[in-house]
């Protein structure tokens, strides 16, 4: 893909829908480092010349990065810029030949005080793009903006949080340690209807418990203010909330419940559009910890689910497909070749 002389860093990569992938990864020079990206298409041709593109210049220090998909080649990707000593939000889009469609550097989304972190994109289907991240502002809450069609920042200027009132919004247990791989990728998805849906756990009942908002295109908020409970029981830990989209204006959670005992388990909801509870069931019910689950929809719209499963002394890689309504559709006993394909599609 590319080598030099100083090292590279934190790859992430998209799909192009044709077989192929945009590759997106930092650089270091020195103290400071530039994000770059390529197109190789299926036949591992890199497309973009000479090398590499560039997303943004090598003046900052190491930042963090995400990128989408967008079609036919293109991509779109957020990252952490430290141009004013903290961490900010940026975002850039490449088309399908390779060239920057916005700004040079980025187009800045959030540069107040404090640090802007955990960027996550979801398309929104009309051509614009949400960004949503943890800001550190006043503790951890999650902030969402709208890139539209015509390349223009919408609402609140840098005040709109996903709830109404103070709480700590986190998405993982080790949010505040600053490594890449730490990330929950899939706190946010669309709501198939131009608009959002993030997820979330906080502390405000004592316990962790997991939240969700939905916010139309116009960022209003379509749920409780304070967000809904994806479930609430007397479990005390549950955490790594990831979301998928399904019917318009519904989603799929994914989280673990831990309760104490060493048998975290992962569980997966189903909320419909007025944020009701359709229904609640395990993944699997064999013992053991299972935890650091990724999830990932397949092209019939169920989704694969993987996860590290600790069912005797040695710890194993799980997966497992399930429908719109939580039914498995594997055997207890995953096939290896299952399992790789279930692998690189979750880690797209």
């Not at 090398?51 to 090598?58: F, L, Q, S, T």
């Not at 939905?214 to 908020?221: A, E, F, P, Q």
């Not at 290896?336 to 279930?342: E, F, G, K, Q």
Request: charged share 25%.
């Amino acid at each position: 893909m590319f080598t030099g002389d100083y090292g590279q860093y934190a790859v992430d990569h998209v799909s192009d829908n044709a077989g192929g992938a945009i590759t997106v990864f930092g650089k270091m020079l020195g103290e400071t480092g530039k994000i770059l990206a390529q197109h190789v298409n299926s036949r591992g041709v890199r497309k973009w010349s000479p090398d590499v593109v560039p997303i943004c210049n090598p003046t900052e220090e190491r930042t963090h990065f995400f990128a989408r998909a967008g079609g036919k080649g293109k991509a779109f990707i957020s990252r952490e810029g430290r141009r004013d000593g903290n961490a900010d939000v940026y975002a850039q889009h490449i088309d399908g030949n390779g060239n920057i469609k916005w700004a040079t550097n980025g187009v800045p989304i959030c540069k107040t005080s404090y640090n802007q972190r955990t960027q996550n994109m979801v398309l929104d289907g009309i051509g614009g793009t949400f960004i949503v991240w943890h800001d550190f502002r006043a503790g951890a809450d999650i902030y969402p903006k709208i890139i539209d069609a015509n390349v223009t920042v919408q609402w609140a200027k840098d005040d709109l949080s996903v709830i109404a009132t103070a709480a700590t919004q986190l998405s993982k247990t080790q949010l505040f340690d600053y490594g890449n791989k730490l990330y929950t990728r899939d706190f946010a998805t669309a709501d198939g209807s131009s608009g959002l849906i993030i997820c979330w756990y906080d502390y405000r009942t004592g316990k962790n418990d997991i939240y969700a908002q939905r916010l139309n295109s116009s960022g209003y908020k379509l749920w409780n203010p304070d967000g809904i409970f994806v479930y609430n029981n007397a479990i005390f830990n549950k955490r790594r909330p990831q979301a998928m989209s399904y019917e318009p204006g519904e989603a799929i959670f994914f989280y673990e419940e831990d309760n104490n005992d060493g048998n975290n388990k992962p569980y997966t909801t189903r909320i419909n559009k007025d944020g009701n509870l359709i229904w609640r069931r395990p993944i699997f019910n064999a013992a053991g910890a299972s935890i650091e689950h990724a999830i990932a929809t397949d092209s019939s719209g169920r989704a694969i689910v993987v996860w590290q499963g600790k069912r005797s002394r040695a710890e194993d890689i799980y997966a497992q497909r399930i429908d719109g309504n939580a039914k498995s559709k594997w055997a207890l006993t995953v096939s290896p070749s299952a399992l790789r394909r279930a692998t690189r599609t979750a880690t797209r």
